[in-house]
């Protein structure tokens, strides 16, 4: 399953919205069959702040762990977000090398 | 970079005002003078002229300290009006030439600096609720400030033996805690501090009498004790 994160917004910079994405897409998450990997699309999304997305994508690491799939970005706010929640959560993220 | 006391002539000179308005705002706070030990003359630090000197700032500054007013269009009363502003600022910027990358790291310091004041905030406001928000994108300057609790009173929510404003602004920046537990660990300082070290882009912020001061192409991270003690946070970042 692939998420497109621009969904959500294309700045998303509050911890109170991270929090309400991360509820919104619970009903969406349960369709996700028992071994298949969610990618996170971070296509479209200008900024992508550590408060917001320690409030969607921590929780998903740890709801569902090795099934959460990063796809690559070339956007600074997301690359510096992804590498302070890996420091935060004391986790590595799993990349997908290609789109 | 050698830091350049000026004396109140110079300073006057470049502020544009008369020897006696320095004299005048030195009593009244406005703009506290530096005196050397035992002197009566009055010095003041370049960079701090240069702070005052830059509008949006003294808007910001005179609103925390004395509480007041200032034009309307700088203020967010709440996070909702905060973010739809600060997503015409990224607009502007990112079609800003030179900043086609950079956009989103300067929008995330200013985002997670705002976002920030309403969420140890909410609900415990001390007086007027929201933040200031005031940016020029031609003179590459963002200024945010609250009339909030500060960095101090938040985090010793949860930290009750940090001894001062110093100790607490240094934990917010280098240190995952959360002045919100059991919440989540914030993480929003330590990466405003990496990315501005890394990138070209300045931070002057303040809480108490707290200060850091990162600045110029050898950046480094440090709390000191200023000369004003403000309400909530001030911030000011030029890239």
């Not at chain 2, 009006?81 to 800003?96: G, V, Y």
Request: charged share 25%.
């Amino acid at each position: 399953m692939k998420l497109q994160l621009e969904k959500f917004g294309t700045t998303l910079i509050s911890r109170e919205l991270g929090s309400e994405a991360y509820k919104a897409f619970q009903p969406t998450l349960r369709e996700l069959s028992g071994n298949e990997e969610l990618e996170i699309d971070f296509s479209g999304v200008f900024t992508l702040s550590p408060s917001w997305a320690d409030e969607f994508l921590s929780p998903l690491f740890n709801q569902i762990g090795d099934r959460l799939t990063l796809l690559p970005s070339d956007n600074l706010s997301v690359q510096a977000t992804i590498k302070i929640l890996q420091e935060a959560n004391k986790c590595l993220f799993k990349f997908k090398l290609d789109k | 970079m050698e830091e350049k006391l000026l004396t109140i002539a110079q300073a006057a000179e470049i502020l544009g005002v008369s020897l006696d308005t320095l004299r005048r705002w030195d009593k009244s706070g406005k703009l506290v003078a530096i005196r050397k030990e035992g002197g009566a003359h009055r010095y003041y630090w370049e960079k701090d002229l240069e702070i005052f000197s830059s509008d949006l700032f003294k808007f910001a500054s005179e609103w925390i300290q004395n509480n007041i007013e200032f034009p309307s269009a700088f203020y967010c009363q709440n996070s909702d009006t905060f973010r739809a502003r600060l997503s015409k600022m990224e607009h502007l910027l990112m079609q800003k030439p030179g900043f086609e990358k950079l956009y989103s790291l300067v929008v995330l310091i200013a985002g997670e600096i705002g976002d920030n004041s309403f969420a140890h905030n909410i609900g415990k406001w001390p007086d007027t609720l929201g933040i200031f928000f005031g940016y020029d994108l031609g003179k590459r300057i963002i200024v945010l400030a609250d009339r909030g609790l500060g960095i101090l009173e938040t985090l010793r929510q949860v930290r009750p033996d940090l001894p001062n404003h110093i100790e607490a602004v240094n934990v917010a920046f280098t240190e995952f805690i959360s002045g919100r537990a059991p919440e989540k660990r914030g993480n929003g300082l330590k990466l405003v501090r990496e990315v501005v070290i890394a990138q070209p882009i300045d931070l002057f912020y303040i809480s108490g009498d707290a200060e850091v001061r990162m600045k110029g192409t050898d950046k480094t991270f440090r709390v000191t004790r200023g000369q004003r003690i403000v309400r909530g946070c001030l911030a000011k970042i030029d890239f």
